[in-house]
């Protein structure tokens, strides 16, 4: 598994956790990074999506506003981390951070997912 996920646990309404995800930078260079969730009995969903430089993202509705992804660089390694706050018990899911290689069209590299539990 080259994308390592990490920042997942259980938290109260309204509470706040952060998620960090670290990829090789050799490999992800150009890549699109993102992170999706899967709630139990519900597909997968795209939570939130950032360009390779950074000077684009995308958001969830139900996330807008509250969630927050941010991308740094370092030396042979990439992190894109997901600021959540104001969790709700609907912010309840297995998080999966995912790379989509530069030129394709669909997300192809996955890390292992991180469990968050919101209590209400």
């Known amino acids: 598994v080259q994308l390592q996920a990490s920042g997942g646990g259980l938290v109260q309404t309204g509470g706040s956790l952060r998620l960090s995800c670290a990829a090789p930078?050799?490999?992800?260079?150009?890549?699109?990074l993102a992170w999706f969730r899967q709630a139990p009995g519900k597909e997968r969903e795209l939570v939130a999506s950032?360009?390779?430089?950074?000077?684009?993202?995308?958001?969830a509705d139900s996330v807008k506003g509250r969630f927050t992804i941010t991308k740094h660089n370092a030396e042979n390694m990439v992190t894109v981390d997901l600021q959540m706050n104001s969790l709700q018990p609907e912010d309840t899911a297995v998080y999966y951070c995912a790379a989509r290689s530069y030129g394709r069209t669909t997300y192809n590299s996955w890390g292992q997912g991180t469990l968050v539990t919101v209590s209400s």
């Open positions: 950032i360009t390779w430089i950074g000077d684009y993202t995308l958001y």
């Open positions: 930078g050799r490999t992800f260079t150009g890549a699109a």
